[in-house]
């Protein structure tokens, strides 16, 4: 069978499964529309957390960016799944204990104040609705290079695939779907990755064959990498480039933002109890680390291939994956000397050949020449990994306009059922704007995607760690808090990368942290200006007192 | 409900939280960054220990933490249980 035809297969067969899982888990009451009932059970809730969490950038992007960096790119690594520690030890428990449904919710509650929710709510629709443009945009870009079709009907077949999940599911429906998503994402992963383990160094497991020796003899596989890109003019793989104090601040800015990112956080709000929460963070934690480990692997096997397959070899013998990828312009040859041969170099002046980041992950199971079947499951699994992130996020948008804004402020009078169908006609209205921006996505869009974990890092990460650890933190210094690390976060992110990128380098940078990374300061900001302000204003009433006092103890919400 | 055993399990879990976090930073913000480049120069087999902690030991440093913290936890939440009825027990039997 063709890679084609076994595409289409796996497609259908993997979006079947969706449509099944959601007619299946169709949510009757708000709780299980917002939290699935509260009876998922941990090891699922570590899935849907995992695939909630993967999105297309993990699956597609990471691994080709970390071929690119080396060891720069070991931010995103680190930064990707250390937030988890902090998720499981500082918030989780607590969260799920207070047992309300939302971000905004214990915002709200927590600092007894409307304005509060409300600068929640903002948040968490401006961090989500950056996040999920980048989805739509991902899962239109895979169906239209894989599937042969325009990006337009790409991106409304994905569209109509969450649309009808998450509308009838809900939360419910949505964490069954990521529990099958996460299935399909990591077997697309794990295939090709062992596969090219075993072709290249003969170790089953690709975390061994990382640093086993090359099946040719010519040593250790990083050894190897090492001196391809010595010889080559490339930065050495296993240095670093970028100065430390910068890796330092973006790292530390992933992990903030992924521990105060809403539709992560949100799926803690899904189990039985505080025990099942602590659990589930650590299920989540080995399910992420799956991929994560395996990532930096492919991210090295894939960049020695490609340097073997295309370096000095001659134009018009190359495989068929090189013209199919020219195609699409991931790839492209420029023959500057016309000898006919590809010099794939780190001297830009001599450099014949542009790679595309994102052609690591799509394109390497053919470079290695790996069977069609397995070709074609990299995209049911890109399709999964965009999916259930997209669906995450568009509940994250929906709840914060039924819930924290309808019912918890405006129209506190309504009634359930009108409850319900205003989070379904959100949702239904954040699809079709999220699908109407991925269809024409704004040339930044992509770009600002990663910079939603510098917002969350600087609004909610401190406001929900204060709230819960410092018992006498009040409203005015979270509300300051929050405004000043947003408003300092997206300042200095939109005037690097919208209004002058050009400025954008490491001399113009505040203490040379790139706008990557600035979502640490926001952080050390909001926390400055929480305490500041807090300290000659009144202490929280009583009753938030016992609030917090109460989330801190283990038992029953 | 106690206050006496209500304090000491937030003390502990304090605690507990903070050695953990200790050791978060000081694999992947120390080891992983600061040290990164003088811990390169100690191999093992294919890989330099700067090279692999950043890439992949940190990552199941971070799968541990949270293993430790899980059975922790378990064990401080049936202590606490265990002294608050202990309490609840005293007093009524003072009341008396």
């Known amino acids: ?557 | 409900m106690s206050t006496t055993s209500a304090n000491s399990y937030w003390k502990a879990n304090i605690k507990l939280v903070l050695s953990l976090l200790c050791v978060w930073f000081l694999i992947s913000f120390v080891c992983g960054i600061l040290l990164v480049d003088v811990l390169d120069n100690i191999r093992i087999k294919g890989f330099k220990l700067g090279f692999w902690i950043a890439q992949q030991g940190s990552i199941l440093t971070f799968i541990a933490l949270i293993l430790i913290y899980i059975r922790a936890m378990d064990k401080l939440d049936s202590q606490y249980k265990q002294a608050a009825s202990n309490d609840v027990q005293n007093t009524e039997g003072e009341a008396k």
């Not at chain 1, 239209?144 to 998450?166: K, N």
């Not at chain 1, 430390?244 to 992933?254: E, G, K, N, R």
């Not at chain 1, 420029?334 to 780190?346: C, E, M, S, T």
């Open chain 1, 1 to 557: 069978m063709s890679v084609q035809m076994w595409t289409y297969l796996f497609v259908f067969l993997s979006f079947g499964l969706y449509i099944g899982i959601a007619i299946w888990s169709r949510a009757g009451s708000t709780k299980e529309f917002y939290v699935a009932g509260g009876g998922v059970h941990p090891v699922a809730n570590g899935m849907a957390t995992a695939a909630d969490w993967m999105s297309a950038a993990s699956f597609i992007s990471m691994t080709g960016l970390i071929s690119f960096l080396g060891r720069d790119g070991t931010f995103y690594l680190m930064g990707w799944t250390g937030g988890y520690v902090l998720l499981a030890l500082l918030l989780a428990p607590y969260l799920r204990k207070f047992g309300k449904f939302t971000v905004p919710d214990f915002i709200g509650d927590r600092y007894y104040s409307q304005t509060a929710r409300l600068v929640a709510v903002f948040c968490a629709i401006v961090i989500s609705f950056i996040y999920v443009c980048g989805q739509m945009q991902g899962a239109g870009i895979v169906f239209s290079r894989f599937l042969e079709v325009d990006v337009t009907t790409g991106v409304i077949i994905g569209m109509a695939i969450v649309f009808f999940y998450a509308v009838l599911g809900g939360m419910k429906g949505i964490t069954y779907t990521q529990v099958a998503q996460y299935c399909v994402l990591i077997f697309a992963f794990m295939v090709p990755a062992i596969f090219i383990s075993i072709m290249m160094t003969g170790q089953v497991i690709p975390q061994i064959g990382f640093g086993s020796e090359l099946v040719d003899g010519s040593g250790y596989l990083l050894d190897r990498l090492d001196g391809l890109s010595q010889e080559l003019g490339f930065a050495t793989y296993t240095e670093g480039q970028r100065s430390t104090q910068d890796v330092f601040f973006i790292t530390a800015a992933l992990m903030f933002g992924t521990a105060g990112l809403p539709h992560v956080i949100i799926r803690f709000f899904t189990v039985p109890n505080v025990r099942d929460a602590r659990r589930s963070a650590g299920y989540a934690m080995i399910f992420i680390a799956i991929l994560y480990t395996t990532a930096p692997t492919v991210a090295a096997f894939a960049r020695t291939n490609l340097i073997n397959s295309v370096s000095n070899a001659e134009y018009s013998a190359m495989p068929d994956w090189f013209g199919k990828w020219e195609t699409t312009n991931l790839i492209s040859f420029d023959d500057k000397n016309n000898d006919g041969k590809i010099q794939y170099v780190g001297d830009a002046e001599r450099n014949e050949l542009t790679v595309s980041a994102d052609i690591m992950v799509m394109a390497n199971p053919e470079i290695a020449g790996l069977p069609n079947w397995v070709i074609a499951l990299v995209t049911a699994g890109a399709l999964a990994a965009a999916l259930s992130t997209a669906a995450g996020l568009l509940l994250v948008i929906s709840t914060s306009v039924a819930h924290d804004m309808l019912k918890r402020t405006f129209m506190p009078s309504i009634t359930e059922k009108q409850e319900l169908l205003s989070a379904r006609i959100s949702i239904f209205v954040a699809v079709l704007i999220a699908g109407y921006v991925g269809m024409n996505p704004p040339a930044y869009v992509a770009q600002v995607v990663a910079f939603a974990f510098g917002l969350a890092a600087a609004s909610f990460f401190p406001a929900i760690v204060l709230g819960i650890f410092q018992k006498k933190m009040n409203k005015q210094g979270a509300i300051s808090g929050m405004a000043a690390g947003f408003i300092f976060t997206a300042s200095y992110i939109i005037y690097f990368k919208l209004i002058n990128p050009a400025a954008s380098t490491a001399d113009n940078w505040l203490f040379g942290i790139s706008p990557e990374g600035i979502g640490t300061l926001g952080t050390i900001i909001n926390v400055a200006f929480a305490y500041t302000i807090a300290s000659f204003t009144p202490d929280p009433p009583d009753d938030v007192q016992e609030l917090v006092e109460n989330i801190r103890l283990p038992g029953e919400a």
